[in-house]
């Protein structure tokens, strides 16, 4: 549309795919004409690769998503489409949870439509590959890949991002390059392809005075402000219209308030500490304690707040004075820095954490160098 090739489209449209490609493509449609447009999706509501507020604003325009229907066949008369015919599937999960959608049994359902928009991506084919070479695949025609050199069964042979994993993001594949080169710079020197350079990190004290950093650290209770929208109606008159309205100034402002400067850390220096409490007093979400050490199962009952997700490690210092450890919930931490303002010695302090990853660099006479 962007490129002026196409200017209306039919008033029934159905596009199949689950990502923000879908989601661009469901409310273009609905800008260039069409009255009665749908998603549909083989997978789950959750599973859709589109992000949430993607989806939210699809729905806000009163475009269903319609999901676990896995197209079969395009129906046509006279030689013009009529509609899509579907099966309905469910995931099922195998001993080592991958996900499988089969067939439920229940009758094909089958939706009118003058115009299908096929917004499902792309896959990876390796067929050119032959399979005598050393290289070998899964079931899924997929490469096998060593997930931390990212190397192939045959050796010299690097595989990363969707080629090698399957679809992510521009990141994720950015950052296995990085780490496939340096694979390659070790491959190519001989050395060893599992001994990773490490990166660079560093702490840097935000501490200005005894009450002042260097960050804005005040609380805000507030929820997520949401971006102002046009009212739809005007919204769907035409697709070049902004939508999103942007945040005032005042708003703007008190939006960057509720950031959790989650770069910068929390630091304990357990010879400094007293055990006076202080912090577990003043903590505004009850994310400190100190106890008795246990193993990381007991320990996470006997918090102040249990720590439920478990994705999440625990902060425990080494053995304090009394023998009892500080222990600290990450998963809740708001990085306020109130327990390094009240404490009296200085045990805790808040420090900007910075990584830079490592990267292949002929510097050095192609050494891997962090910078």
């Known amino acids: 549309m962007s490129f002026g090739h196409i200017e209306k489209i039919g008033r029934r449209v159905i596009v199949l795919g689950g990502g923000n490609t879908a989601m661009d493509c469901c409310r273009?449609?609905?800008?260039?004409?069409?009255?009665?447009?749908?998603?549909?999706?083989?997978?789950?509501?959750?599973?859709?690769?589109?992000?949430?507020?993607?989806?939210?604003?699809?729905?806000?325009?009163?475009?269903?998503?319609?999901?676990?229907?896995?197209?079969?066949?395009?129906?046509?008369?006279?030689?013009?489409?009529?509609g899509v015919l579907f099966e309905e599937v469910a995931a099922t999960f195998d001993e080592k949870g991958r996900r499988k959608l089969l067939p439920t049994g229940a009758p094909d359902q089958h939706y009118e439509c003058d115009d299908v928009l096929v917004a499902v991506g792309q896959e990876n084919a390796f067929p050119w590959i032959e399979r005598d070479l050393g290289l070998e695949f899964d079931e899924w025609g997929m490469p096998k890949v060593d997930p931390v050199t990212f190397q192939s069964t045959r050796p010299g042979v690097f595989f990363g991002g969707d080629a090698a994993f399957g679809p992510k993001n521009i990141i994720w594949a950015v950052a296995q390059g990085h780490e496939a080169a340096v694979s390659i710079d070790r491959f190519c020197q001989g050395g060893d392809?599992?001994?990773?350079?490490?990166?660079?990190?560093?702490?840097?004290?935000?501490?200005?005075?005894?009450?002042?950093?260097?960050?804005?650290?005040?609380?805000?209770?507030?929820?997520?402000?949401?971006?102002?929208?046009?009212?739809?109606?005007?919204?769907?008159?035409?697709?070049?219209?902004?939508?999103?309205?942007?945040?005032?100034?005042?708003?703007?402002?008190?939006?960057?308030?509720?950031?959790?400067?989650?770069?910068?850390?929390?630091?304990?220096?357990?010879?400094?500490?007293?055990?006076?409490?202080?912090?577990?007093?003043?903590?505004?979400?009850?994310?400190?304690?100190?106890?008795?050490?246990?193993?990381?199962?007991?320990?996470?009952?006997?918090?102040?707040?249990p720590a439920l997700n478990l994705d999440q490690a625990l902060m425990v210092s080494a053995e304090l004075k009394t023998g009892r450890v500080m222990v600290k919930d990450e998963d809740v931490c708001l990085h306020c820095g109130l327990c390094a303002e009240r404490c009296p010695t200085g045990a805790w302090d808040m420090q900007r954490f910075t990584l830079e990853m490592s990267h292949a660099s002929d510097v050095g006479g192609g050494a891997c160098q962090a910078r």
Not at 39 to 44: A, E, F, T
């Open 28 to 82: 273009t449609s609905r800008r260039l004409g069409g009255e009665d447009v749908k998603v549909i999706v083989r997978s789950g509501f959750d599973e859709m690769k589109a992000s949430p507020w993607e989806k939210e604003d699809a729905i806000h325009e009163d475009i269903p998503i319609l999901n676990f229907l896995v197209p079969k066949e395009f129906t046509h008369k006279d030689g013009k489409l009529t």
């Open 193 to 305: 392809l599992t001994d990773r350079p490490p990166p660079m990190t560093n702490l840097v004290s935000q501490k200005m005075g005894i009450h002042e950093w260097s960050y804005d650290n005040d609380i805000s209770n507030d929820q997520r402000f949401r971006v102002p929208l046009r009212e739809k109606v005007e919204a769907l008159k035409d697709v070049k219209i902004e939508v999103e309205l942007g945040f005032d100034l005042k708003q703007g402002l008190a939006e960057a308030q509720r950031c959790l400067n989650c770069d910068v850390q929390t630091v304990f220096a357990e010879p400094l500490c007293i055990e006076c409490d202080a912090c577990v007093d003043i903590c505004p979400v009850d994310c400190i304690t100190f106890t008795d050490n246990g193993e990381e199962e007991d320990l996470r009952g006997r918090l102040k707040a």
